[in-house]
């Protein structure tokens, strides 16, 4: 370890070792410790023990909902503009505290330096980009006739649920806090049990902006006790979550008895598909970008690699040799590409896949081993000689494997990128402008990138179809799951009315 990566370690410790232990929730602006069990949460990249966290009690969980509820009156009353000026500090404050963010992110969550450092400014971004247009966010439109004006405004929904996974924790929930408080509503967040430390952190910059008591709670626990808990909740009106498709299943029934709106951004195993014509060193780059980085970690991840046949032996080969390149290590030093898988349980699903592509006739062409030592590190993986029908190729394995699958023309192309439940997005490789077009239209996605990375522009819709998800975030699409259309029919004057029972 070099000075520099010891140093951004010592942050994120002191920065737990401030916390209470074990760590409970914030409530109504103020720390509580809980009453629930706790249990430990553990560092990716050693294997030991970080701290205790509480699963939320029942009264802990009805304690942060009634915050949320009792704030959400005056929250939703505050001008617009007051709303922005807060969520700006919030932004400066992030901004302020971005190594410590990013620190603790490497630390619980395993994520490399160098995207973390990125992605916890990207937060404070989330934040600005909200807070401008909170003034805004209740406004509506006209929808005149010759008798009635309509107008059309927004108002807040309530107190809303935030539930997030693990893989980049602190920028998922700026995504979904940033857009829900911009639009008055108040929020109860769960953050994942696997990585819960940066969620306290936002809970107390936002405090320290000026959020009231209330508006943003933060609480801890498993997701089949408090996350269900809370999307069962009655006095909850919509449920914002980001995880597997399977839990989006399981919040759909559980939210069910109390009609809870919910918004799903769900798991992906997405296609990036080269065509022969394309600059296959820039294909070969954000290939390699989409599934390597966030140790695979990743929604959008590029996990398959749809790749003409004419190209394919050729390709292969240099995705391999980079494969076997890549920096496996230390998540805090800014050299390392790749840190260490989540959890051991992760680490153990992303293993049997090896045997799953042996049992299925595929080749794993580089990698393809745990990493001996502390630790839950795993072997940049590339797996050739792969078919669409394989599950290498079905099962998103949400590690840092990549399934490379030829293909023989652009129909052939189209007909396997969408055979497959998932529907997140699709990055496509051409130099020819129709093809383009065309197969980006073909897609069943509900993004497309074409000789693209995942660049996102905030005001872009970002959301999944099939089992990725429903719904968008971003722009104006996040304010219409966080707010009420409502519209109102204004006389112009006496137009003529149905007399009955004259
Ligand atoms: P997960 O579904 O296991 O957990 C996500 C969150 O849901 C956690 O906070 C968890 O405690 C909670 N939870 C679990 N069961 C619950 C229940 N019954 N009721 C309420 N809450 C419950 O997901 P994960 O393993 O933490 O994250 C990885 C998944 O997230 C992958 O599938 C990945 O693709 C997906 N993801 C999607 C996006 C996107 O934008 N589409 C972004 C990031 C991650």
New binding site residues.
Partial sequence: MNAMTTKRRDTALAALRRLPSPLGHFINGQSVPGDGPAFAVTEPATGGELGQVRDASEADLNAAVAAAKSAFAPWAATPGEKRKQILHKVADLIEARADEIAAVECLDAGQCWRFMSKAALRGAENFRFFADRAPGAADGEALPTADHLNYTTRKPIGPVAV??????PFM?STWKIAPALAAGCTVVH?????SPYSARLLAEIAGEAGVPPGVLNSIN????T???R??EHPDIKAVA????????S??MR?GADTLKRVHF????KNPVIVFDDADLERALDAAIFMIYSLNG????SSSRALIQASIYDSFVEKLAARVRNLKVGDPFDPATEVGPLIHPR?LSKVASYMDVARQGGATIAAGGEKIAGEGYFFQPTLFSNAAQSMRIAQD?I?GPVLTAIPFTDEADAIAKANDIKYG?AGYLWTSNLERALRVSDALDAGMIWVNSENIRHLPTP???VKA??IGR?GGDWSFDFFMETKNVALARGSHKSQRLGV
Avoid: M, Y
């Fill in positions: 539930i997030t996974p693990w893989n980049t998922l769960k953050p994942a049990e696997w626990g498993l997701g089949e408090t996350g269900k809370l999307t979550f980001v995880g597997e498709s399977q839990t989006g399981a919040i559980q951004e769900l798991g992906g970690e990743r929604c959008t992760h998103e949400f997140l970002f959301g999944g990725s998800g975030d």
